[in-house]
């Protein structure tokens, strides 16, 4: 079970689109397509942005949108705003009823 | 709206034992599959245990193995996570999301003496 691996941080300017990854192995990500993201603001509970690596809940701006291409999953946000501005966790389903989350990306709109 | 509110945090010494409960509501219980998620001051998401919407399958993180249990009451609609053996390192604010997708407001664990 070890944490899949997510740069510490990337930044884009309002509009501008970022690309955040998420690299695992073929036991958890390259091996399920159920890998999801979760948004969190500072203090506050993580909010699911996509799932099944391509899905969004009801009320997720398509803006949000997920990828997989072997074992790395990506995030892409599009037409950056400031409220995006926030931490980015890539979660993974990893066989046997198991889970296992990156360690977290720090996105800053500039 | 889903609600999902925990309780049962607070401050315990190391080999201490607390519950976690996670009451929901304005979902059919039942149906889904349940998870514990916890955030140690400063850090990140790490996934905690699952239990099937049946609970008749349930996995931990190595970490908690053996010293965690994630149980379900559907009678209740409450979820559960009954934790011993508490160590230091599991101080944390800890979630409960059904299926990722809502979460909870989380309860904090602090293990200290």
């Known amino acids: 079970q070890s944490a899949l691996t997510q740069p510490r941080s990337v930044s884009g300017s309002p509009g501008q689109s970022v690309t955040i990854s998420c690299t695992g192995t073929?036991?958890?990500?390259?091996?399920?397509?159920?890998v999801a993201w979760c948004q969190q603001h500072p203090g506050k509970a993580p909010k699911l942005m996509t799932y099944d690596v391509t899905k969004r809940p009801s009320g997720v701006p398509d803006r949000f949108s997920g990828s997989k291409s072997g074992n790395t999953a990506s995030l892409t946000i599009s037409g950056l705003q400031a409220e995006d501005e926030a931490d980015y966790y890539c979660c993974s389903f990893a066989g046997s009823y198991t889970w296992v989350f990156g360690g977290g990306t720090k996105l800053t709109v500039l | 709206q889903v609600q999902l509110v925990e309780s049962g945090g607070g401050v315990v010494q190391p080999g201490g034992s607390l519950r976690l409960s996670c009451a929901a509501s304005?979902?059919?219980?039942?149906?889904?599959?349940m998870h514990w998620v916890r955030q140690a001051p400063g850090k990140g998401l790490e996934w905690v245990a699952f239990i099937r919407s049946d609970g008749s399958n349930k996995n931990y993180a190595d970490s908690v193995r053996g010293r965690f249990t994630i149980s379900r009451d559907t009678s209740k609609n409450t979820l559960y996570l009954q934790m011993n053996g508490l160590r230091a390192e599991d101080t944390a604010v800890y979630y409960c999301?059904?299926?990722?997708?809502?979460w909870g407001q989380g309860t904090l664990v602090t293990v200290s003496s």
């Open positions: 999301a059904q299926d990722l997708l809502d």
């Open positions: 073929s036991s958890d990500v390259g091996g399920y397509n159920s």
């Open positions: 304005a979902f059919t219980f039942s149906s889904y599959g």
